[in-house]
C-alpha cells in the first residue's frame, strides 16, 4: 500500500522524507512539497496561492498509483476538491485527527499556534460536524514559523497551555493543531500521561486513517464530491 | 457609493453589464468577471481554478476605491480570502440571502439547479451558520449551464419545485440557489405571492446587503480575517 | 421611500425627531413613540403595557403609507404581532442588528445595560437562530435609565466591557444589546478599530436592513405571520 | 392546595368549571376566563389582545392566597410576565405537555388545529428547549373552533393524523397541540394503545405538573423572570 | 398510589424506610435497595454488577402492584431496561430533576461530587435532551462516600460551589448532581433563596413527576421501550 | 498486534472464528463469545443479561496482553465499563463505524434489521455526536434474527432501502447497523457503486480503527473513563 503525504507549502524543515512514525510493514510512505505556493497555511489566501499545483501534484499522484493521499495541514485546505478529482482516499490531517480525538474521550481542546480568539481551528472542528466536541482553543501565539523555533522554550508553551485546557478548561483528549507541532508530539504525550489524557497528532492519525480506509477499500463518497465535468477552464 | 459586482466565473450572457436592479440613487454599479477561471462554479475545482484571478480582480478593486464587493455566486467562493486581503466589506451572495431570508419567515428552501441530493445548498446554508432554518433542498436537475436553456421550460420548472416546497416541504420562503436564476425572480416572486411566500434572489440581495454595510461604516472583523502576512510565496 | 421607527416606550430625550444617521438620499425617516406604555422595557411585563398602543400606532401608520416599520429596541418588542397585521416589512432593532453582525465576523458579544446573568440578550440572538454565534454577554450593569447617566462615565464602562469581551472572551464583533446606547456608538466604534472588531448599533443597522427589504420589494412570509382572522374580541 | 386555571381568552364552552381530571385529594381547582381578550388564540395578536386582564387576574390570584396559576393554552400566552410578577408557580399548558411527553419516549409529534405549514408548535417547542424531540407537526386543518365540530367528525381526524406521525414520521409519543383538544384526549389515548403510544394532554399535564411544584416547594428563578421595577406606566 | 423507590446500590445511611418528603394523601412510598451490586453509583461498572439485581427487584415490584418506580440515583441506571420491562413508569432521578429544571428557568449548574471535570453530569444531561440548558458543573471533589461526611463541612462546600455557579457562570436554577446530597437539600435552598435561584433535589423531584404520570395514567412509550422479545438467556 | 473481537453474544454462525478481512501484516485477530448473556442483543435488557460475562472476558484478554478490543456489535454495549476498566484500546463496532462513515461524505444512512421507528440506530448516533450526519433510518423489518434467513431474499431487502435511503432521503454513505449484517457487505458495496455511495460495515472498520489506535499508542482518556475505585461489590 503506497500512501503520499502531500504537504500544501513551499518546505518544510524535513522536506523529501515523511516524517518518522509506526507504520503497518505493508504501507509504504512517500512525502512531496509545492513548487508554487506559500511558505506556510496561516490564511485563506495562502491555501489560495497554492492550490492548482496542490491539483496537479495530487493528480500525477494518482496516475502514479497511490492508494491514498494525505494532506499535511490542520487545515484541510484543497481537502473538497482533491476528493472530487481523484478516485483514491483523500485524507485531511486535522479532519482525521479530530475524529480520532472523539474515539477517545468526551471532548477535546486544540492546541493552536496562533495568536488569542482566531477561529481557524472552530473552523476545522466545524467543517468535521465536531464543534460540540470541541471544549476549548488553546494558543501558543507564536505562528507556524515560531513553533519551529527553540525546541525547549515551544514545548514548555505547550506543556504549559495542553494543562491549562485539562485544568481550567477541562479537555480530556488534546490535539496538535497544526501539522508542523510533530516534533514535539511524544514528549507532550508522556508529560500529558500524569493527567490520563491522550495527545493526538494530526499528521500520523491521518496516515494510519488513510491506511484503514484503503484496506477497507472504502472511497468517498461521489454524491458529496462529484467528478467536475468538463467545461471551459482558462488556466 | 461605488459597489463592484465580481463574478468568478469567466463570462456570463450579461457580461460587462451589471444586471438591472433597484438601488439607492447614490449607489453606482460596476460588473468584473474572469479572465482565467472556470465557465461555471459547479465544483470546488472550479473554484480553485479562478482563485488567483479573484484576487487580482478584487485587489485592483480595492485600489481604485470601490466601497464594496459583491461576488456573484450562491456558493461565496474566494470570500474568506478577499475579506482578509481587503478593507472594503466584501458579500457573498449565498450568504446574503440567508440572513435576508432568515429575516422574512421562520424557515426557508434553496431552489438548487443541480441534480438531486447534492449538498452544496446545505453547506452554504451551513457555513452561514442557518442550517437550522433550511426546510428542504429542491433539485431542478438541469445544472448551472441547464439554467440558461429556454425560459419558458426553466420557469415551469422552478415554479414546480417552489410550490413543491412550500406545500410539501412547509417553506415559508424560497431562495434562489444560484445567481444564474436571476431572470426568473420577478416572475416567480409574482407567482409565490399567492402563497404568501416571498422569493430571495442572492445577487440584488448582496447588493442591499453591501450598501446598508457601507452606509452603516461597517468592515469585516479583522478577529475573523485578519490581513495575512509577508511570507515567501510563489505564483 | 417613508421609514418610521416606533419606539415601544413612552419617551426618550430625543423625541420627535429620528435619531442622526447615514440615510440614502431617497429615504425619509420618521419618529414616534407611545402615549400608552412604558417608560422603558426591561421585563415582559413592561412590553404588554405599551402591546396594544403599539399595534395601533403601526395600524397608522400602514394607512398613511409609511414602507416600513424599524421597532425601535432590542427586545424586538410585537414583532411578530405587527408583522401579521400589516402589509409592509416590520424590522426588529435587536434582530436586524444581530444578522449585520453575523455577516461581519464569525461570533459576536453584546453589550447589555442589565445587572449579570439576565438572559433577554439570549434569547434575542435565540429568537433570530443565532445563539450559537453568541460568544458572551457583557453586562453594565446600570440598567436602561442608567445608560443615560453621565456620558463619559457609561462610556468608560462600555469600552471596559467591550474590551474584555474581545480580549477574554474572544469576541470578533461587538453588539450594543439596547437601542438606548446609540449615542456611544461612533466612540466605542471607534476605540474598538484598534482591536479591528466592527461595533453594530441596532437601530441604524435596523433601518438599513428595512431600507433593504423595502428596495428588494421583500415583505414578511404570511405563512410564517398570516393575516389574523375576523373573531370577537372585546377591548 | 389551590391552583387556579387561567384561560387567556373570552369564553370557553365549559366556562366557569375547571375541566375533569383526576387530582390529588388535596388540590382544590379552580378556573377562569378573561372579560377582555379574543374569543381564542390563533396569533400573537390574539394575545395582545388580552395581556392586561391577563396581568391583573393573575394579580388578584396571587393576592387570594392560589398556590399557582396554570395558563390553559398550548402557546403559554403571557407566561414570561405572570412569572416576574408573581412569586407562586405560573405553569403554561404547552410547556409542561412537552416536558412530560419528553420523559415518556425519544420523541414527540404535534397534533395542530391550524392550516398546515404554521410554526406555532415548532415555536413552543423551540420556546421550551425541546425542539430536537419534535419528529413532526401534524395539522387538522381545522382552526380553534372548528375543533369545537362535530365530535365524531373530530376525533376521526385526529385519530388520521396520530396514526400517521406515528406511522409515517415515526413518532414515539402524540401531544395535543391546544388545549380545547380535551374532550378527545382519552378516545385518542385508548385508540393509540394499540401502537404503545402515549398522548398528552396538555392542560392535564399542566396541572399536575403545577401540583409537583407547589409540594416540592419550588418556585421559577427570579433571575430568569426578575420582578419588574417601579417606573412611568401608562395604561 | 404506592410508588417505590429502588436504589441501585447495596446500602444506603437511611435504608429501609424512604427519604421524608412532601407527599400528595394517597401517595405511599416504598424503599427498597440491592442485595447484589455496588456500594456506590461512580462508574459504569458499578452499574453493571448491580444490574440483574435491579432487574428482579423491578419485576418483583411489577407484580406486586407498585404503581410506578423511581430510581434512586441521578445517573438513571438500568432506566431504559426496566422500562422495556415494565408496564408501569419507571422515572429516573436525574432525568426528573433536569426536566423539573428546565420549567423553573433559563438555564440549570449541577452540583456534582465528583473530582473536577468528570462527564457524568453532561451525559445525564445529554440523554435527557437538555446538554443546552447545562451552564455549568461545579464539582465537590468529594465523591459519594465523601458527600456523607461532616455535615457542616460538606453544606459549605455546596453553598461555595452553588454560588460560585450563580455568581461566576451564570446559573438560573441548581440542580443536586446525587440523590445521596438530599440531606442538604432544605439548607442549600434557603441559602440560594437570597439569590432568587431554586435548588432542585432529585430525588423528591422524581418522586412527583411519577405521581404525576400515575395520575395522568401515562406509561412509557413502547415504541421508545419495546418489550424484549423471549429469545436463548444464560444467566 | 493481537486484537480481539469480543461479541456481547451467546453463539453466532461463525462462533470459534474471527470474520475474514484484510488486515495489516502484524495483525492477529481473535474472537470470543460470551457464556453468559443473551442470544442477540435486541433490548437493554439483552445488554444487562451478558454485562458481567463481558466484563470478565474483557478483563481475562487484559491480561493475556492482547492490544485491543474491538466490541462486535453495533450498539457498542458495555463499551464504556470496558474502557474504565481497561488500560488498552476498546472500539466499539458502532462508534467506529459512524466515524469512517462521517469521514467518506456529508451525512449517512444506517439500515437497520429492526421494525420501523425504533431509535437504536438514533441512539448510537447521538452517544457517538454524529446525529446531525444522519440522513435516515432504514428498517429491514427482519429482527437480527431474520438477517440470518435466505441470502438472496435478505439481501434484495437490503439493496432496496439502501437504494431508498440514497434516492428518497439523499444518504451519501450507508452504514450497516448490525454486524450480523456482515456477509453481505461486499454484495451491497458493489452494487452501491453505480450510485457513488460507500458503503460501511461496522465490524471491519472497528478492526482497523482499533489498529490505527494501537500503532499510534493511543488510549482512551481516563479523565472520561477513570478506573473504578476499590468499594463493597457483592457478586
Known sequence: MRILILTPILVRGDTGRPPEMPLAPDVELSYRA?????ASIESYYDEYVGAMDMVEKALE???????????????NPMMEGLRELLDIPVVGAGEAA???????GDNFSIIDPDPPHR????????????LHKLRSVRYLNLG????LGDFETVLGRMVEEAVKAVEEDGAHVVVFGCTGMRPFAEKLAKKMEDYGVPVVEPITAAVNVAEALVRLRLRHSKVSYPKPTEKKRVF
Chains 1, 2, 3, 4, 5, 6 share one sequence.
Open 34 to 38: 509545492l513548487d508554487r505556493g506559500s
Open 61 to 75: 499522484a494518482g496516475k502514479e498509483g497511490f492508494d491514498a493521499i494525505v494532506i499535511d495541514c490542520f487545515m
Open 98 to 104: 479530530l475524529h480520532v480525538a472523539s474515539m477517545l
Open 119 to 130: 477561529t481557524y481551528s472552530h473552523r476545522v472542528a466545524a467543517a468535521a460536524g465536531l
Open 144 to 147: 507556524v514559523a515560531g513553533v
